[in-house]
Nanobody
């Protein structure tokens, strides 16, 4: 059984920063074998890709809207993936979800995220202007 749990959301002023965490509870070396990504869904909008990191490492991938402001990283020892969000804007307000897919590249997660196998329940980020 795989469980993803997001944390770190909250209310922040525009221009501020937050760091989201996604902890993965699973057996064996599961976390080291999955691509991980962050996605978000704003009120009244569809879920969209934010950032992803391949199961095998390499350069992460970012949505254009967050490039240069957000950074995704993973700590294999802690079974945790992070999303550092800087220079937050009101349009970043959304529920943020982490997702995982077995041996997936960042590109595949960005293109096929609607079919991801594993999802967390999300954490709300509210940016006030």
């Amino acid at each position: 059984q795989v469980q993803l749990v997001e944390s770190g959301g909250g209310l922040v002023q525009a221009g501020g920063s937050l760091r989201l965490s996604c902890s993965c509870a699973a057996s064996g070396g599961f976390f080291a074998s999955v691509g991980m990504g962050w996605f978000r869904q704003a009120p009244g909008k569809e879920r969209e890709f934010v950032a992803a990191i391949s199961w095998s490492g390499g350069s992460p991938l970012y949505a254009d809207s967050v490039k240069g402001r957000f950074t995704i990283s993973r700590d294999i020892a802690k079974n945790t993936v992070y999303l550092q969000m800087n220079s937050l804007k009101s349009e970043d307000t959304a529920v943020y979800y982490c997702g995982a897919s077995w041996r997936s590249t960042a590109q595949a997660m960005a293109e096929n995220y609607r079919g991801l196998t594993y999802w967390g329940k999300g954490t709300l980020v509210t940016v006030s202007s």
